[in-house]
């Protein structure tokens, strides 16, 4: 695919996540104050209910204490993040219609080919709001809703009330009331009953604008004996100014229905990554988590799942990669909630050149789950002396008749297969990103081909220090 990089500011870049384009808006908005709350509800035109969250939520913000646990977070200082940039762009359901620069940004990150391909629809954001939506014709003519978030508040209202906050609380800690304070764009997937998507939706997230936040919510329901796989993907170039992502992500799986969540998060190493996703599955449901972390500065990252009906089911599937100076700090929590429910966890994490990984999992197996199965497997491996990498479980099982077993390795990459390759007459750094790539293959494989293939090249790039 060719790929005009004369819009850009940056004509040498090292991969096409780094692409940048002039920050170019009509709005910009710096801290978090009610003025500035009240101005981003005002100019999205949202009714008073929606205002009322808001206001509850910077008033939590300021009330709720900052993590004790973790990374550092002192870095972060609200009064020179950008809460709020407005391009002033239009959405449209027509490539053509995206400004030539932010769709050269697309272009490069292989979104418009990718639906062409292998997608039901598309939602691409830039900074703060929303400036692609399109869902397939004969998907709307089924009932499937998929649009922008804020559209979803004006023209499905009962149904984002009887959703929104439902899933997560706004004072569930004190950077999701941050989030429910100035939340812009995101994308809103309504599935009705018994629909089958046979081919996935995915929305893009793209942070442009140096020093800004980003706060997209997304709300996605499954209705009963339906499916769907949804693909997120997150990324943004890299500045010497700190950028601050603090998303949300609200699942509800209803009674047999289906949901695969998937998500490539590549964010420059400037970003704190504060993301917070839960689901809640009912009788039979299930849903599939594939994660893919890499680049940010710090990330705190632990998808939630409550399986609240017998029988539902929890799949995690995640690979972590920390470089230079970074802190990736991920997991998983989940709450059993009802009996012969399940839980199986595979997760690997890549460390190297001083970076950290940890891998945090809270299962939770309540007095009424009983005949629960659960099954952890973690895997690290560290590619130097200076990486670190930690596995925190915390498990806690109020019922005697569960299933449950944790594995954990953690290790650093052998000497001797390096040895063996370098026989064989590869070079040392080859033989290297041969056997990174063999231990991440579970990972992306279960990924569609085409992010199997961007987390083959996102390793690449970490491996040469090329990211952010």
């Known amino acids: 695919m060719k790929t005009n990089v004369s819009q850009f500011e ?7 996540y780094n ?3 002039k920050d170019k808006y ?11 709350v009240e101005k981003i509800s005002k100019e999205k035109g949202e009714p008073s209910w929606v205002l009322d969250i808001r206001l509850k939520a910077l008033d939590l913000f300021y009330k709720l204490p900052m ?3 973790g990374p550092d977070l002192s870095e972060i200082d609200l009064d020179k993040i950008y809460t709020f940039v407005k391009s002033g762009n239009n959405e449209s359901d027509t490539w053509d219609d995206v ?18 391909k292998s997608l039901a629809g598309v939602g691409a954001q830039y900074d703060s709001e929303m400036i692609y939506h399109k869902l397939s014709e004969k998907l709307k003519d089924k009932g499937v809703i998929y649009t922008n978030f804020d559209t979803a508040i004006k023209e499905y209202p009962d149904l984002v009330k009887k959703y929104f906050t439902k899933a997560v609380s706004i004072n ?13 764009g995101g994308s809103f997937v309504y599935i009705p009953k018994g629909i089958i998507l046979d081919e996935p939706l995915q929305s893009y997230f793209r942070l442009n604008s140096p020093g800004a936040g980003q706060f997209e919510h997304t709300l996605i329901i499954v209705e009963e004996g339906a499916s769907l796989q949804f693909i997120e993907g997150c990324s943004a170039p890299g500045y010497n100014e700190l950028n601050l992502h603090a998303g949300c992500v609200e699942l509800f799986v209803e009674n047999n229905a289906f949901l695969r969540f998937s998500t490539i998060e590549n964010w420059s190493k400037n970003m704190m990554n504060l993301n917070t996703k839960k689901c809640l599955v009912k009788e039979n449901g299930k849903i599939e988590w594939i994660m893919g972390s890499f680049g940010s500065k710090v990330s705190m990252l632990y998808p939630m799942t409550i399986l609240n009906g017998d029988n539902a089911k929890c799949e995690f599937t995640a690979l972590s990669f920390a470089g230079k100076n970074q802190n990736l700090d991920t997991g998983i929590k989940v ?6 429910t399940s839980t199986i966890v595979n997760s690997k994490s890549i460390s190297k050149d001083n970076g950290i990984c940890t891998f945090r999992s809270y299962i939770r197996v309540l007095n009424n789950a009983h005949k629960s199965k659960l099954a952890l497997s973690c895997e690290s491996l560290m590619l130097d002396s200076e990486s670190r990498s930690d596995t925190i479980p915390v498990n806690e099982l109020e019922v005697d008749d569960v299933t449950f077993s944790h594995e954990a390795k953690i290790g650093k990459i052998s000497d001797d297969a390096i040895f063996y390759l370098m026989s064989r007459g590869l070079g040392e750094e080859e033989a290297k990103a041969l056997i990174v790539r063999g231990f991440a293959e579970p990972i992306s494989k279960v990924f569609p081909v085409e992010y199997a293939v961007e987390m083959n090249r996102l390793i690449n790039l970490e491996l040469e220090g090329t990211i952010g």
Request: aromatic share 8%.
């Open 99 to 116: 400004p030539e620069d932010i769709k050269n940004v697309f272009d490069a990150l292989g979104i418009p080919e990718a639906e062409k």
């Open 67 to 69: 993590p004790t646990w």
């Open 335 to 340: 709450i059993h909630n009802a009996k012969n």
């Open 19 to 21: 692409i940048k384009t």
């Open 10 to 16: 940056d004509k040498n870049i090292k991969n096409v």
């Open 26 to 36: 009509v709005s910009k908005e710096i801290g978090l104050t009610k003025e500035v």
């Open 172 to 184: 569930d800690h004190k950077f999701i009331a941050l989030h429910y304070a100035l939340f812009s």
